[in-house]
């Protein structure tokens, strides 16, 4: 598995904000064809999302992602409408993006605390 990238309180939303929004840029080193993005989401230790969707409905400008810089603004509300507001406590969540030989490429990790 490769290494997750940790975020950690950065970019926090306000509480009570609908406005949940994350800015992701990246570097791609050779064009990939197609793949999957496999995610979980939990709020206070408790599980509440989980799933795997294709990484070209992930990517802006779908598939296949051309080498280079990417960067992706994912609006959690829309991306994800089961969060509809910031409550208190602690989010989590990891995310796995893989080609479509399985080659992981990318791991992220998520954690905010709102007081």
């Given at each position: 598995m490769?290494p997750?990238?940790k975020?950690?309180?950065?970019?926090?939303?306000?509480?009570n904000?609908?406005d949940?929004?994350l800015d992701i840029?990246?570097?791609?080193?050779?064009?990939?064809?197609?793949?999957?993005?496999?995610y979980t989401?939990?709020?206070n230790k408790k599980?509440?999302?989980?799933?795997?969707?294709?990484?070209?409905?992930?990517?802006?400008?779908?598939?296949p992602?051309?080498d280079?810089q990417?960067?992706?603004?994912?609006?959690?509300?829309?991306?994800?409408?089961?969060v509809?507001?910031?409550?208190a406590?602690?989010?989590?969540?990891?995310?796995v993006f893989?080609t479509?030989?399985?080659?992981?490429?990318?791991?992220l990790e998520?954690n905010?605390?709102f007081k």
């Amino acid at each position: 598995m490769c290494p997750f990238i940790k975020l950690t309180n950065c970019g926090l939303p306000d509480r009570n904000s609908t406005d949940i929004t994350l800015d992701i840029y990246s570097q791609v080193a050779y064009p990939i064809g197609n793949g999957t993005v496999s995610y979980t989401i939990g709020h206070n230790k408790k599980l509440f999302m989980q799933a795997t969707d294709p990484l070209c409905d992930f990517v802006a400008g779908g598939c296949p992602v051309k080498d280079g810089q990417i960067e992706k603004h994912v609006d959690f509300a829309k991306f994800m409408p089961i969060v509809r507001k910031i409550d208190a406590g602690n989010y989590y969540g990891q995310a796995v993006f893989n080609t479509d030989k399985g080659e992981e490429i990318m791991c992220l990790e998520l954690n905010w605390d709102f007081k």
